[in-house]
Nanobody
Framework: QVQLAESGRGLAQAGGSLRLSCAAS????????MGWFRQAPGKEREFERE????????????VYADSVKGRFTISRDNAKNTVYLQMNSLKPEDTAVYYC???????????????WGQGTQVTVSS
């Protein structure tokens, strides 16, 4: 089992940058596929939580949603039990609560992720 805690919530202007971190407890962090998801204002139902990015166990393979491709970068440091989301060229539509998640399958499907953080708010002003 793993527990996840996001940090890095903040307010940014359009075009700015933010970096989110997600620290994991336990010794098995490197055995999990890690993902970032987000839930925008007005879309509070769980099925409306959308995929943002994922990274495989070794950190060599990443996948991004089309909406963030070229602007966001997911990375991980297995020695620090931490996954990151670097967000550049932010847009107002990136405003959401961002969640990190851990799972055993290499997938973008949120139903396949077993462990979730509490979420961290990102607000981008125009």
């Amino acid at each position: 089992q793993v527990q996840l805690a996001e940090s890095g919530r903040g307010l940014a202007q359009a075009g700015g940058s933010l970096r989110l971190s997600c620290a994991a407890s336990g010794r098995t962090f490197s055995s999990y596929v890690m993902g970032w998801f987000r839930q925008a204002p007005g879309k509070e139902r769980e099925f409306e939580r959308e995929f943002v990015a994922r990274i495989n166990r070794g950190g060599m393979t990443t996948v991004y949603a089309d909406s963030v491709k070229g602007r966001f970068t997911i990375s991980r440091d297995n020695a620090k039990n931490t996954v990151y989301l670097q967000m550049n060229s932010l847009k107002p539509e990136d405003t959401a609560v961002y969640y990190c998640a851990a799972g055993n399958f290499v997938t973008t499907q949120k139903s396949q992720y077993d462990y979730w953080g509490q979420g961290t708010q990102v607000t981008v002003s125009s």
